[in-house]
């Protein structure tokens, strides 16, 4: 497989801990989310670094496989994305300072106006530079992060029809929750912005797309699906939570590895790492793998992850240092430089991102995003053979 490490992770490139990432898993994902909602525009949401994949690297695979629209969080990754050639349309979901709005239009960037003011404050730029602003509306239908409230959105929405150098190409909202097994608050948010949006439908200027709809919204209801989806998660291959399998068949696109450094064997009795929160109950053997919390691999995964050794799954014993952690592989045998999966397959064994995120009780989504620069990703990509 080809393999083209990201650059700017050189510095790290000869670690023996690596994130590889599967770009033909990732194509396989868009596909397969773009069939299932046939021909509803697309946002894929690539912010935080493509969700610990590489920002630039996955908006490359998911422009040529043709998605309309990519979503960030902030200017700053429209700018990177800029900056390597991306040319696809990217919003920027967060709120806006209003010295960065300039920003927007000279790197052509739509930004979210979550407000009558802010709104005004993109107008005012975009007529001083002489340049047509981009813009989505933000209505908040239960989220109470920025947006306007669905129930005065009538300013907002007032505010947009007198603007000149603005263009409004967008009007969006965000889900609170999406439960499957009961979808009052999806239904009910969904209602909410429906209903706000009939003022303005009979009066835009101008076509707009329509959305709401993030990984799991876009899975448990077509009637999310409105113009536009906005799938995150499960473009990684990452389903939003227990019951999905069934609705769309993904792949996992990140595995992180490592190497086997160091071995010995710990007496019964003896603790392990800091504080001794592990002690061996019997002779066994344990050892040390060269990546820690410094890396992103959470100290909460401490006594209570495991990871994969010759195929077979080990537990991590004692705390999780900054830059190593321990693993007893009891009877087992195991060598320097032998290959260690965190997460991922090996053999008939695997590690996933949604069973670490179960054992710390958080979300998939930190799991990935927590994995930082020091660890190298290397991309391979079976397509290009």
Known sequence: MSQMPKESSRAFNHRPTVAEVDLAALRFNVRALKSLVGPVQMMASIKANGYGHGLVEVARVIESEGVEALGVAYIEEAMELRRNGISRQILVFGGIP??????????????????????????????RLGKRARAHLKIDTGFERIGVHYYSAQALFDAALKVEHVDIVGVYSHFADVNADDMTLTNLQL????????????????????????????????????DMVRPGLALYGIYP????????????????????????????????SYGHTWHAPE??????????????????????????????RCPIVGLICMDQLMVNIGKGEAYNADEVVLIGRQGDSVVTVEELATLIET??????????ERIPRVYVDAECE
Do not use: C, W
């Open 98 to 127: 209003h010295e960065q709005i300039e920003l927007y239009l000279t790197h052509d960037a739509d930004v979210t106006a979550s407000s009558v003011t802010k709104l005004e404050q993109i107008e005012a730029v975009a007529k």
């Open 191 to 226: 209602e909410r912005f429906l209903q706000a949006l009939e003022y303005y439908q009979a009066r835009a200027k101008q076509p707009f797309v329509r959305h709401i709809a993030s990984s799991a919204g876009l899975m448990v209801s077509k009637a999310t699906h409105l």
């Open 241 to 272: 939570g227990r019951g999905y399998e069934g609705i769309v068949s993904l792949k996992p696109v990140l595995s992180l590895k490592s190497q086997v450094v160091f071995f010995k064997v710990v007496k019964k009795g003896a603790g392990v």
């Open 283 to 312: 002779d066994t053997r344990v050892i040390t793998i060269p990546i820690g919390y410094g890396d992103g691999y959470l100290r909460q995964f401490s006594n209570k992850a495991s990871v994969i050794v010759r195929g077979q």
């Open 363 to 372: 979300t998939p989504h930190q799991i990935l995003v927590s994995l930082n």
